[in-house]
């Protein structure tokens, strides 16, 4: 049996406008969010196995870690990958953990060697980009995808 055109056209008035409803509810709490990649360098050498972390002006941060070639893709949450649009203050840190908390010169000269740089070179970095309160490396994020080459110096 068929069914009738009036009923195709009341089930089709009810249907497309819940259906175009439904399909602007997904995702709809996030903020706007963009792609960001790009490559983390210090002295012009690409810098490995380290945590690269966004912290928007307002929102919920953003983390990454790089490859063996520092390259680095951001996440947003476990679902979506990228940042927040807007201003982001960036602070890094060694991806690998220790015993006693990096506090001993070992640790220290472990993890530095985790990440492929001397000891003194991580303090450095650690020292000017370690911390969201005292990193001086600050990015605007503006469009989808942005690709973003970290130079640290």
Avoid at 125 to 151: A, C, F, H, R
Wanted: glycine residues 10%; charged residues 25%.
């Amino acid at each position: 049996m068929r069914p009738s055109k009036f009923l195709l056209r009341v089930v089709g008035l009810y249907a497309l406008p819940l259906w175009l409803a439904c399909a602007g509810c997904r995702n709809s709490d996030l903020p706007e969010i963009a792609r960001v990649t790009g490559t983390v360098t210090y002295k012009g050498k690409p810098v490995p196995s380290m945590m690269v972390n966004f912290m928007p002006t307002a929102g919920r941060p953003s983390w990454g870690k790089t490859d063996a070639e520092g390259r680095y893709e951001m996440n947003y949450d476990a679902d979506n990958m990228g940042v927040m649009t807007g201003h982001h203050k960036v602070y890094f840190n060694p991806a690998v953990a220790t015993i006693d908390g990096g506090a001993s010169k070992k640790s220290k000269e472990q993890v530095a060697a985790g990440v492929g740089l001397s000891p003194e070179d991580m303090k450095d970095i650690l020292q000017k980009y370690g911390k969201e309160d005292s990193t001086k490396l600050e990015v605007d994020v503006k469009k989808d995808p942005t690709v973003l080459d970290l130079k640290l110096d």
